[in-house]
């Protein structure tokens, strides 16, 4: 991922906005949710977004401390996120794009930890989000080919939740 057009201050505000949106989405999504596993495992990963997020503002207070955050509605970052088009999605689809957006947070925050040469604390910090990213990843991942398993067996046996 090539950050190399965007400031330092446009992607810390960036990655501070996509730790609060992913947030949001995981409590979100854990509030709707019956099964108490999948539950549970959302709001752990809220609770790290949570984290994740509380750091980046503490590292941006630090590089700007005269500057107030403002998040931007948008950002020229191009990181995807995730969109609930209708209440009928299958969850493995949502899980998917959480995915795809855990990814991407892994890419860009390597990336970005590259910015920060002379800054080793900040460039730690953001590698090991880096990682963390990666193993949301990898844990979606693995809930999600749990999730097509039930939802394609649900199709053809109407009778599989009776009695969860």
Same mark, same amino acid.
């Given at each position: 991922?090539?950050?190399?057009? +965007?400031?330092?201050?446009?992607?810390?505000?960036?990655?501070?906005?996509?730790?609060?949106?992913?947030?949001?989405?995981?409590?979100?999504?854990?509030?709707?949710?019956?099964?108490?596993?999948?539950?549970?495992?959302?709001?752990?990963?809220?609770?790290?977004?949570?984290?994740?997020?509380?750091?980046?503002?503490?590292?941006?207070?630090?590089? +700007?401390?005269?500057?107030?955050?403002?998040?931007?509605?948008?950002?020229?970052?191009?990181?995807?996120?995730?969109?609930?088009?209708?209440?009928?999605?299958?969850?493995?689809?949502?899980?998917?794009?959480?995915?795809?957006?855990?990814?991407?947070?892994?890419?860009?925050?390597?990336?970005?930890?590259?910015? +920060?040469?002379?800054?080793?604390?900040?460039?730690?910090?953001?590698?090991?989000?880096?990682?963390?990213?990666?193993?949301?990843?990898?844990?979606?991942?693995?809930?999600?080919?749990?999730?097509?398993?039930?939802?394609?067996?649900?199709?053809?046996?109407?009778?599989?939740?009776?009695?969860?």
């Amino acid at each position: 991922m090539d950050l190399k057009e +965007f400031s330092i201050e446009e992607l810390m505000l960036t990655a501070i906005k996509s730790e609060k949106e992913a947030l949001a989405i995981y409590t979100g999504l854990a509030d709707k949710i019956e099964n108490a596993v999948l539950k549970d495992l959302l709001k752990d990963l809220a609770k790290e977004e949570e984290k994740h997020a509380d750091y980046l503002t503490e590292a941006y207070k630090g590089l +700007f401390p005269q500057k107030e955050i403002l998040l931007p509605n948008t950002t020229k970052v191009p990181l995807p996120s995730i969109h609930i088009e209708h209440e009928m999605v299958h969850l493995s689809e949502i899980m998917n794009q959480a995915m795809q957006a855990e990814l991407s947070a892994h890419e860009f925050y390597a990336a970005l930890s590259e910015r +920060f040469y002379s800054d080793h604390d900040i460039k730690k910090m953001l590698l090991k989000l880096s990682e963390m990213e990666l193993k949301h990843y990898e844990i979606l991942k693995r809930e999600k080919e749990n999730l097509q398993n039930t939802e394609d067996a649900s199709i053809y046996w109407d009778m599989l939740h009776i009695g969860v």
